[in-house]
């Protein structure tokens, strides 16, 4: 990478650590937590108000992804924060689980990832994209890691409104970060001609990734229903539940570095991708059969977490640099922001739908259709391709 290319990958991935350090600091805690609010006893509803946030960013992200290529990803990135940290500071105050509901709506609304990433796809080479990506997912990957063993500290101390304000000012923090550290945008952003989202939208390459995406988050969300409920049923306290994760997280990350990167210069991207999509449905169906013998140990359910996270990284990182080079250059801010509204939606989808499950058939209906939705997944996803450096995707 040239100077500015790490500039760029570094500055760009600290906003998205900030951002979703704030988001996975109530993910361990939250479905706990919110059962404490008026109107939490309602399983269904704390999925919603789990789950929401990823609703308005779903219906956002194209909008800002949109502007972005209009009026440039920095003012558009500053505007998503602040709208971001006024839901957390509403979050923070909510006295029920309504007021919950709207703060993490609002929160949603801040909806900048299609802006960071069309920023950092604009600031690095073909070549290099897939490590800048990897960065960020590295980054993210390393606050659900911290955010696993502060989130029940701080819940302890401060409760979840206070998470809620720390969450605000790590927005503000972020807001900072493309102030001060960002690289301006390049010149020929400005220049180019501008796409529509018409031709993003029959792009059948571009609608595969989004598809895929979708079923990650959605699963990702919903299997963190019924996931810590598992390990206090195992013998695990809620506040040593970052034993198990941390632990996972970690060593996770060395299995991508080892993986991922080696394996697709040697041409195997399209391997390893389908492995990693087959290794989560695997792990969502060792969680149901964990649920139907009444349970598990904590060092199993460490294992099928470590498989998990294996799977979640290699796919977190390669899925963005794959849109983005697949992407026409004069609609990317457009073509990330449909990507980043199905992830969006994904996360809606998974809170909610894994919150009903979990209050209609238990938490074994949760996992088993996590495990169906990465089998239809890894059917649509099997006729990929990645020839040459570029990456691209067959056709469907």
């Given at each position: ?27 361990p ?40 290529d209009?009026?440039g990803?920095?003012k ?43 920023l ?32 029940p ?19 503000l ?12 945008e ?45 390990l ?12 198990v ?108 739908l ?18 169906g ?20 995707i067959?056709?469907?």
């Amino acid at each position: 990478m040239t100077p500015v290319e790490r500039r760029a990958s570094a500055s760009l991935a600290a906003i998205f650590a900030l951002r979703m350090l704030g988001l996975f600091l109530v993910l361990p805690v939250f479905a706990l937590e919110a059962a404490r609010y008026p109107g939490g006893d309602d399983p269904a509803r704390v999925g919603l108000a789990m789950g929401i946030y990823g609703l308005t960013q779903g219906i956002l992200q194209i909008p800002f992804g949109m502007a972005s290529d209009w009026l440039g990803r920095k003012k558009v990135i500053v505007a998503g924060l602040l709208v971001f940290a006024l839901g957390s500071f509403v979050a923070a105050w909510a006295p029920d689980l309504t007021w919950l509901i709207a703060g993490r709506a609002l929160q949603g609304a801040g909806a900048i990832s299609a802006a960071v990433t069309a920023l950092l796809a604009d600031s690095t080479r073909d070549e290099v994209r897939t490590k800048a990506m990897a960065l960020v997912g590295t980054g993210i990957g390393l606050m659900f890691a911290l955010s696993l063993v502060l989130a029940p500290l701080l819940a302890a101390r401060v409760g979840l409104d206070g998470l809620f304000m720390v969450i605000g000012a790590l927005a503000l923090a972020g807001i900072a970060v493309v102030i001060w550290w960002v690289p301006s945008e390049p010149v020929q952003h400005v220049e180019r001609a501008r796409g529509s989202l018409a031709e993003v939208l029959k792009h059948p390459a571009l609608l595969r990734l989004d598809l895929g995406v979708f079923v990650l988050h959605a699963v990702q969300l919903a299997m963190w229903i019924a996931v810590p409920a598992l390990l206090v049923q195992a013998g695990l306290d809620k506040a040593q539940h970052w034993q198990v994760y941390l632990p996972a997280v970690l060593a996770s990350f060395l299995v991508m570095g080892l993986t991922l990167f080696p394996l697709e210069k040697r041409g195997y991207l399209r391997g390893v991708f389908l492995a990693a999509v087959a290794l989560i449905a695997l792990v969502q169906f060792g969680l149901m059969a964990a649920t139907l013998q009444g349970g598990s140990s904590v060092t199993g359910l460490g294992a099928l977490l470590f498989l998990f996270f294996c799977g979640f990284n290699i796919l977190e990182a390669s899925q963005p640099s794959l849109a983005s080079r697949v992407a026409p250059a004069h609609s990317r801010g457009a073509a990330l922001g449909v990507y980043n509204t199905l992830q969006s939606l994904g996360f809606f989808a998974g809170g909610a739908l894994g919150g009903w499950l979990a209050k209609a058939a238990g938490a074994q209906a949760v996992f088993a259709a996590c495990g169906g939705l990465m089998l239809l997944w890894l059917l649509i996803a099997w006729p990929m391709h990645a020839p040459g450096k570029r990456m691209a995707i067959a056709p469907v």
